[in-house]
Nanobody, 127 residues
């Protein structure tokens, strides 16, 4: 059974930083991809970032590129999302999810590829 548990959300001022964590069990990072997504009230869930450790592939949405960094700690079975220079428009519930479909590439454009999701963690950025 694949399980994911997010943590690290909170409230910060614009320009501040947060680091989200996703503890993963029942899944080998080499056998798929881990993605970070977010959803604000009344909006569609959107892809933020993903990582596939087999080929060291990462992707970021244009809105977060240069500000967010995704990484994996294999020893701790944890995926991180370092969020710097946060903006009010980053306010959302953030989720991590697993994509085990082939080919094993990180793809954030097709949410349906991700079949297992964490419970989400709230990020609030004030002006």
């Amino acid at each position: 059974e694949v399980q994911l548990v997010e943590s690290g959300g909170g409230s910060v001022q614009a320009g501040g930083s947060l680091r989200l964590s996703c503890a993963v069990s029942g899944f080998a990072f080499a056998n798929g991809a881990i993605g970070w997504f977010r959803q604000a009230p009344g909006k569609e869930r959107e892809g933020v970032s993903c990582i596939q450790s087999r080929d060291d592939s990462t992707k970021y949405s244009e809105s977060v590129k240069g500000r967010f960094t995704i990484s994996v700690d294999n020893a701790k079975n944890t995926v991180y999302l370092q969020m710097d220079n946060l903006k009010p428009e980053d306010t959302a519930v953030y989720y991590c999810a697993v994509d085990q479909l082939t080919p094993f590439r990180c793809q954030i454009g097709a949410i349906r590829r991700y079949k297992t999701w964490g419970q989400g963690t709230q990020v609030t950025v004030s002006s």
